[in-house]
């Protein structure tokens, strides 16, 4: 059952996309959107079905791998195309396909009278695919495979707006930077080929080097493909170029799925990570880097979108620094209720960019809350969910995470002190975006360009879904409260044992700090933005040039390529091989007008020269006898 | 074998080849220089006719046949091309006739 429901999850939104891809203009607009969306369901009930059959297994054979054909044979290597179905890829399957369907759906009302609403949902069930197809995946090659195409559909989904050529240019950045971590992956498949002659994931895990130069590359290389995945530094700059995307696809792809598959990456590897440990802390520590500077360039930024991108790369800091830490399943935890709560802020972001002409700038929006309750309040349910107030569901899964890194000695304890300086930052940047946008008097250009939705603030198809997620951000922390209950760690634990436990004190002692930070940082942004008390501080311009990651980039990589191509074509192209080639023409030329001369038209000579060869060749050939 | 013997034609076809190589390459009128091809390809047949009979075997006769044919052929086109000059009052001398120069 467990395995039929796996091959369905998987085949349905592929099934999807290659029927509205062929369907062509046939089917109006609607239906595909219908199409769409009902078959990302069904992959949901799919992978329903499918935790149901794992839930009747007992929990040593919760693995089920099944392979339908040899995909790959090279030489005494064979990769079959394997799905495998455990205690993770559940959790992944259920995220994905369940967060995914309340997104296609919102696209239903989002979407609509857009030119291309076809190419649109073709792409969206071609991305859930791919999503599928990576997590689900039983051996690293079919990862790979999963991986390049998540890039692929985010790339083209980033670009969707053809016409617009910010849209392009960041589609283009995007995937480029994430071919750069799918080159580093492919190189540490390699490795592992070579060190243990297989790719699936059990036979690869006891077959690893333990330990050495080799253990650590294979691990940097996954790390490499992890980091472009998930926008950490130092490859992390594409993300908020990417929100050039239309809003959905902004929170399926860009904050729910695939920028968290970097730590699914880690966590399901984790061996290989333990077998080098420098490159497991490195993670963490790159997470705490990102954390912060994510934090901080969010404080500046003006564009809503920009904002919340920045603060997933934030969160995604936090789930690598829980997995590089070795607290999987709180990394795991954290990925789940942040598809939630971040997956609501962008939709709730996407009503009001929708009632207010596409304007994403916060200080046109400002104030647009008044005109909107009901996203005001959804947006509030998320923004306390992202700082991590009790009872929403950020505290649950943020904090044990911080507590973790308190059982981890000096290092962790870094973390630490980087983690909770980063709750603060949230805390602050979300409400100043919250109280900017949604509080206060409504704007001029608010007022002017608000329109409303039939009398409602979106189509039922937008409400519902953001109503669901508002839920699920309120309720979906409780599913696990360390040190009191958690069945998810007792769940995941067969397969992602926990390198270190928290105890009751540090857990508390992170708690408090987390929380009692998050609301400092509250409280410094309403008494900047909502009671005005203090002017606002000049930004930072530091962080509104985003730490020039982009400038350094463009310096070392553009300008340098330039220079070396400039170069190149100066003093080797023009000279040694255009000027080779026009020699050889001269050369070629030059001898055939000499040699035409030969060919003077006078019968007789051609006579002459004939029988005087003959001549020469009979005394040549006498002679030589 | 009746008859003189084998170095006899060999001289006789020699002197002949040489008579036609001679006219190819002096004379200037393509009517004489066609003739003088005709004289070279048949100082060829009669070496081979002298050596068919010499080994007694008729495979050079077979070959003498063969050269005439194709030299009745080629005299048929190498005439047509001079008649067609000659129709056409240009000057019947191969110096002239030069433009197929590079």
Redesign the interface.
Known sequence: MVDTASWVCLLLPLAAALAITLAGTRPSRRVTAYVSTVTTMGAFVAAVIAFIGLLGESPDERVNTTTSWTWLSAGPYHFGFTLLTDQLSIVMMLIVTGVGSLIVAYSVGYMDREDEERRYFAYMSLFVFSMLLLVQSGNLLLLLAGWGMVGLSSYLLIGYYQERPSAIAAAKKAFVMNAFGDATMALALFLLIQHTGQLDYAGVFAAAPQSGAVANLIALGLLGGAVAKSAQVPLQTWLPDAMEGPTPVSALIHAATMVTAGVYLIVRCHTLFENAYVVQDLAAALGAVTLLMAGLIALVQTDIKRVIAYSTMSQIGYMFVGAGLGGYSNAMFHLMTHAFFKALLFLATGLAIHAVVGEQDIRKLAGVGKLMPFTKIVFLIGSLALVGIPPFAGFFSKDPILGEALARGWFGITIFVVGVVGAFLTGLYAFRLYFIVFTGEPSAFAREHHHAHHGKEGPFSMMWTVGTLAALSCVGGLLQFTPFWDPLTHWLDPIDPALAEATGWEELLASLLAVGLGLAGMFVAWSIYAAKRRRAPKPVTLFEKKFYWDEVYDLVWYRGAEVVTRALYAFVERPLIAGSMSAVSQAFGLGSRE??????????SY??AL?SGIAVLTVVFLAAR | MLGPDIQWYVILSALLFSTG?LG???R?SPLI?LLSVEIMLNSANLLLIAFSRLHGSEDGQIFAISVMAVAASEVVVGLGLIVALGRRHVDLD??R??????
């Open positions: 040699l035409s001369t030969a060919q003077n038209g006078l019968v007789r006579a002459l029988a | 190589a190819v390459m002096l200037r220089i191969v110096d006739l030069r433009t197929l120069r590079g």
